[in-house]
């Protein structure tokens, strides 16, 4: 029942959290210590969009520390 009540919902923003302080002063991430690139935070709305013929859509937000930028 949550489930199709959420698909419902007119309202579709996502409030990114603020990150903290230490997370963007990381030099090396301790689960892979090569990593050039880091998801510090990742989110997705699921939703009915009703003014596109009832298909559902997906947005997806994340916040990424990108350590070495000759990388990318």
Known sequence: ML?????WQTN???KIRQTPLDEL????????STAT????????NLYTDVS???DT???FYFR???RDKATF
């Open 37 to 44: 690139a880091v998801a510090l935070y990742e989110h997705a």
């Open 3 to 7: 489930s199709s009540i959420s698909l």
């Open 57 to 59: 859509r997906t947005n």
């Open 25 to 32: 002063k990381i030099t090396v991430y301790d689960k892979d």
């Open 64 to 66: 990424i520390k990108i």
């Open 52 to 54: 596109y013929n009832y």
């Open 12 to 14: 579709k923003t996502s």
